[in-house]
């Protein structure tokens, strides 16, 4: 496939959820994690590192949060040659599932490359409609620049349709083109937890979804989230990362990084609640 250096899927969050200017955002980053450093604690793999769970709010906001899975990343020496971000849809554009077919990706602080291989491997439609006005994907792409030298390439797919279902079958897409293709990837689910709630009630919430993710019980994750309405805004990327890792390892382990909300930055009385973790597996699985 061509490799189209002008067909770029330009910023359309730079300047509100990251600085627009690339020597601003790389102070950025590295403020947030100079902060938190202290509370990063070296999480060793004997296995593989599968992906996790990364939220998607301003780095300001979320960045504390979002360093510990990228350091852990780091840490373990996983160079992956994809990173695979499933993200929500919070406009509601484009099909149930979709892939975004720009050949490369910009953001302040670099370009990234697009993995059309596997893309188009995947047998989902292309969507430029559902990346429009998306950030979910876009905010994660500072920190692979920042924290991945290797220069890994990007698959972003876009979940309109969250429900189990469609979360298995894009668990199952991902596996099966993996196998294909043989190369190593690292997938992500964006998604921030609680909106807009007092911190306490956020975190009555979100202990409710992490107990589901803890105990790997994707269909769960689903269920607990209808049923006491909480508005976790990633569940369907969450619940897809759950689904694959089952498809690898049916002992896969799950480690909550660290937690944290918008409170702990603007002082609000009701908060947006963020969290990280890492998904892995004992076993070595290439």
């Known amino acids: 496939?061509?490799?189209?250096?002008?067909?770029?899927?330009?910023?359309?969050?730079?300047?509100?959820?990251?600085?627009?200017?690339?020597?601003?955002?790389?102070?950025?980053?590295?403020?947030?994690?100079?902060?938190?450093?202290?509370?990063?604690?070296?999480?060793?793999?004997?296995?593989?590192?599968?992906?996790?769970?990364?939220?998607?709010?301003?780095?300001?906001y979320c960045g504390r949060q979002a360093v510990h899975f990228f350091d852990s990343v780091r840490n373990n020496d996983l160079d992956p040659d994809t990173v695979i971000i499933l993200h929500p849809n919070h406009h509601g554009a484009g099909p149930p599932l979709s892939v975004?077919?720009?050949?490369?990706?910009?953001v302040s602080n670099g370009k990234i490359k697009t993995d059309m291989e596997f893309a188009?491997?995947?047998?989902?439609?292309?969507?430029?409609?559902?990346?429009?006005?998306e950030h979910s994907a876009e905010v994660i792409v500072p920190y692979i620049l920042h924290f991945l030298g290797g220069h890994p390439k990007l698959v972003s797919v876009n979940m309109v349709d969250q429900t189990f279902e469609s979360a298995k079958k894009l668990a199952g897409i991902i596996e099966a083109t993996i196998q294909r293709l043989n190369g190593r990837t690292l997938v992500i689910a964006s998604s921030d937890f609680s909106h807009f709630l007092p911190r306490s009630e956020a975190n009555k919430?979100?202990?409710?979804?992490?107990?589901?993710?803890?105990?790997?019980?994707?269909?769960?994750?689903?269920?607990?989230?209808?049923?006491?309405?909480?508005?976790?805004?990633?569940?369907?990327?969450?619940m897809a990362l759950m689904a694959y890792s089952e498809l690898l390892d049916p002992g896969?382990?799950?480690?909550?990084l660290s937690r944290g909300d918008s409170g702990n930055i603007k002082g609000s009385a009701n908060v947006v609640s963020y969290v990280s973790a890492m998904f892995y597996t004992d076993q070595k699985l290439n």
């Open 252 to 256: 896969y382990r799950i480690k909550i």
């Open 1 to 60: 496939m061509d490799d189209d250096q002008t067909d770029i899927r330009q910023a359309v969050v730079a300047g509100m959820f990251y600085p627009a200017e690339k020597s601003e955002l790389s102070k950025l980053i590295k403020r947030v994690y100079f902060e938190e450093k202290s509370h990063i604690k070296p999480e060793p793999v004997s296995g593989n590192i599968i992906g996790g769970i990364v939220p998607h709010a301003g780095i300001e």
């Open 100 to 106: 975004d077919d720009h050949h490369y990706w910009e």
């Open 205 to 238: 919430m979100d202990n409710i979804v992490l107990d589901e993710i803890t105990t790997r019980n994707a269909e769960g994750v689903y269920r607990c989230i209808k049923e006491n309405f909480i508005s976790v805004c990633g569940y369907g990327p969450i």
């Open 120 to 133: 188009g491997e995947m047998n989902l439609p292309f969507s430029a409609i559902a990346q429009a006005k």
